[in-house]
């Protein structure tokens, strides 16, 4: 299977890092057991990095960052008044708190949001889409997603949707592990684990 899904790449771009790694690997340790998931988490970590890039330089070239693009498309999707808590976009950020609010501090003087406390309970932040914000992000997020399409013009609706079924389970599984990685006890490696640094 490996073989046919290299060959059909090479036959359409020349050339295959993944499969090329994985070869490697193959040819000094052939004792490892299967090298599919290599394979898999090295296509999945060149894709990030891909797209990551494209948008980022889509984002700048609209004077915005890619965290800045994240906030104002969760404010916009966020209901009519497109509001949130600076502690519930630094939960969809994936930042601390410390980290949104510094994330912030420059939407604000660049005048995408607005901050207020909350009327009854004055610990909360609110944050809202100003309107200089809104306009910016219904300007561009059209653009983002007809990128993200062409971005996958290649896979007709079938195989996207099993594509999206299949890393849906993926992500399913990598949560189960992390969550019980979270559960094991921290020890530093014995001197006599000299591999386990890589």
Not at 86 to 96: D, G, K, T, V
């Amino acid at each position: 299977m490996t073989d046919a899904v290299v060959t059909n790449h090479e036959a359409a771009t020349g050339t295959d890092k993944v499969a090329d790694v994985v070869r490697d690997w193959l040819r000094e340790r052939p004792d490892l057991p299967s090298l599919a998931a290599m394979g898999i988490f090295g296509r999945l970590s060149r894709i990030a990095a891909r797209q990551r890039a494209i948008f980022n330089a889509r984002h700048e070239a609209a004077g915005l960052s890619l965290g800045s693009f994240d906030v104002l498309a969760n404010l916009r999707r966020s209901g009519p008044d497109s509001q949130k808590t600076a502690s519930e976009l630094a939960e969809s950020s994936m930042l601390s708190s410390g980290g949104i609010s510094l994330r912030l501090d420059r939407m604000e003087a660049d005048e995408l949001v607005e901050r207020r406390r909350d009327a009854v309970d004055r610990r909360l932040v609110r944050v809202t889409l100003s309107p200089r914000g809104r306009e910016l992000i219904d300007a561009v997020y059209g653009q983002h997603v007809r990128a993200q399409s062409a971005l996958l013009a290649d896979l007709d609706d079938d195989e996207l949707a099993e594509l999206d079924r299949l890393l849906r389970k993926v992500e399913v599984s990598i949560d189960r592990h992390a969550a019980e990685a979270r559960d094991l006890p921290v020890r530093a490696p014995s001197a006599a684990e000299p591999g386990r640094a890589g």
